[in-house]
C-alpha cells in the first residue's frame, strides 16, 4: 500500500474509532477513492471499504454499512459494487460510486445499466471528460442504446465539443417514446443556444455566463472578480454576501428587463424571510408592487433569494414555467444545485452567509469573533439593500455594459425553451471548470 493510502486511512480509523468523529473519518478516507489505481486494486479498495463501512455504521445506519461491507467482503462481484454505486449517488458520494463503479465496470465492461450508473457518478462529480472517455470505450452499446447516446452527447456538450452532439442529434431523433423525445429535444435546444451565442460568446473554457445560458437556457447577471485568475472562473467559493451584492443584482436585473423590453406587472415574493426582505427591496428599485406568491398568480416577476433556502410551504409550482412568468434569486449554488435552474441569477456560490444572518468576523488583529443575526425587520433590511452603493470592484471583471450585450441576445424568448412546464436543471458540471472546496 502506498504510504498516501496508508496515512489516510490510518486518520479516518483514528477519527471514527478515537474520536467518533464521523465527518472528520470521511473527509480523510474520500480521498482515497479518487485515486485512479484503487478500482484495479482489489486488496486496497477492500480496506478502504471497510473502513468506509465502519464509518456508515455510525453515520447513516446499518442499512447502508451492509451494502458497503458486502462490497468489501466481494470486490470481484460486480452485482455488488453496483449496488454499492448505486445507493452512493443517491447518498451524495459520488467518489466512491465512481471508484465502485469503475471496478464493475472493469470486471464486466459494456454491461448497460453500469456504464449508464458509472456516467451518472461522474456526471455527479462534475467530471463530464472522463464520462465521455467511459461511453467511447464502448461503441457497441453507444450505438444499440439510447442513453448511452444521449449521455455522450450531453457530456460532451458539457465538456465544450459542440460536434459530437450535433453527429448523434438525428439518431437521438428517431424515437417515438416520450420520455426519450423530451431527451433529445433537450440537447437540440442546447445547440440551439450555442447557435444562437456563437457569434458574441467565446464559449471557451472561460466563458461562464455563455455555456450556462447555453446550458440551462438561464441568464448569470454577475461574474465574481475573487479568484477570477486563479481558477474560479466567476463562480464565488464562499461569499458572505452584503447588501451591495443585493443591490447589484437587483440594478443588473433592471437593466436586463429593459433589454428585453419586458414589463411585469408586479413582484410575486415566496414566503421565506430571505426572499421577502428581497422582494421589498426590489419594489422599491425597481418600481414594482409586491405581491404574494401563488400557484395561479399569472404574470410577474418572482423574485427568491435562493432556491435552496426557500420555506417548505412554498408551493411546488414556483419550479414550473408560467406564461409571462420570470424567475429571478439572487444566489444560487453550483456545487449543490436547486432542483431548476432559475432564469436569472445573480451569482454562483458554493457556500453563502446572508447579509444578515450569524456570521462570523475577522478583527484587524485576526481575532474571530461571532455576529449575531440582524432581526431587524423586513422593511428595515430592505431599506438597507436599496440604499447600498455596489463599489467597483465587484464590476471590475465584468461590466454592466458587457451584461447588457450579452443579455440582449440570451432573452427568455430565445432560450429554446418550452413556455410551460419544469425549468431546466442546474448542471453540477460544465464546460467551465472552478475549483471547488471541501
Wanted: glycine share 6%; proline share 7%.
Amino acid at each position: 500500500m502506498s504510504d498516501t493510502f496508508s496515512n489516510r486511512v490510518a486518520a479516518a480509523r483514528e477519527a471514527l474509532e478515537e474520536q467518533g468523529d464521523t465527518d472528520a473519518a470521511f473527509q480523510e478516507l474520500r480521498w482515497v477513492f479518487y485515486e485512479v489505481e484503487l478500482a484495479g486494486d482489489p486488496e486496497r479498495l477492500a480496506v478502504a471499504l471497510t473502513v468506509l463501512a465502519g464509518i456508515t455504521a455510525q453515520a447513516l445506519g446499518e442499512e447502508v454499512a451492509a451494502l458497503v461491507e458486502t462490497a468489501a467482503s466481494n470486490p470481484d462481484d460486480p452485482q455488488a459494487l453496483y449496488n454499492l454505486g448505486y445507493n452512493m449517488i443517491e447518498l451524495g458520494l459520488p467518489e466512491v460510486a465512481t471508484c465502485a463503479l469503475v471496478r464493475a465496470n472493469t470486471l464486466t465492461p459494456g454491461q448497460e445499466a453500469i456504464v449508464t450508473e458509472l456516467v451518472a457518478a461522474l456526471e455527479r462529480d462534475g467530471r463530464n471528460q472522463t464520462a465521455c472517455q467511459i461511453l467511447r470505450a464502448a461503441p457497441d452499446l453507444c450505438q444499440q442504446s439510447f442513453i448511452c447516446r444521449y449521455l455522450l452527447a450531453f457530456n460532451s456538450l458539457m465538456s465544450a465539443d459542440l460536434q459530437t452532439p450535433r453527429d448523434l442529434l438525428p439518431s437521438l431523433q428517431q424515437t417515438r417514446d416520450a420520455k426519450e423525445i423530451h431527451m433529445a429535444a433537450r440537447i437540440e435546444a442546447m445547440l440551439n443556444r450555442a447557435d444562437l451565442v456563437q457569434p458574441c460568446c467565446a464559449l471557451d473554457g472561460r466563458d461562464l455566463r455563455g455555456w450556462h445560458f447555453v446550458t440551462t437556457g438561464g441568464l448569470l447577471l454577475h461574474l465574481s472578480p475573487h479568484g477570477f485568475d486563479e481558477g474560479m472562473n466567476g463562480r464565488y467559493a464562499y461569499v458572505a454576501d452584503t447588501f451591495e451584492l443585493c443591490h447589484l443584482g437587483l440594478r443588473r436585473l433592471e437593466a436586463a428587463l429593459e433589454a428585453w423590453e419586458e414589463s411585469p406587472p408586479w413582484i410575486l415574493a415566496p414566503p421565506d424571510r430571505d426572499s421577502q426582505i428581497l422582494a421589498a427591496a426590489a419594489e422599491e428599485l425597481l418600481g414594482l408592487p409586491v405581491v404574494e406568491y401563488t400557484p395561479d398568480a399569472g404574470p410577474g416577476l418572482v423574485v427568491a433569494y435562493d432556491l435552496t433556502r426557500i420555506a417548505e410551504e412554498t408551493p411546488p409550482e414556483i419550479l414550473l414555467h408560467s406564461p409571462g412568468q420570470l424567475l429571478y434569486a439572487h444566489a444560487t449554488c453550483w456545487t449543490d444545485p436547486p432542483r431548476c435552474a432559475p432564469d436569472v441569477t445573480a451569482l454562483l456560490y458554493q457556500g453563502l452567509q446572508t447579509p444578515w444572518g450569524e456570521r462570523m468576523q475577522v478583527s484587524p488583529e485576526g481575532e474571530v469573533t461571532g455576529i449575531p443575526e440582524d432581526t431587524r425587520s423586513v422593511e428595515d433590511l430592505a431599506a438597507d439593500i436599496v440604499a447600498a452603493a455596489p463599489n467597483d470592484e465587484l464590476e471590475q471583471v465584468d461590466p454592466l455594459d458587457r451584461l447588457i450585450e450579452a443579455a440582449a441576445v440570451m432573452s427568455p424568448a430565445a432560450s429554446f425553451r418550452n413556455e410551460a412546464g419544469r425549468r431546466s436543471p442546474l448542471w453540477e458540471g460544465g464546460p467551465v471548470q472552478s475549483k471547488r472546496f471541501v
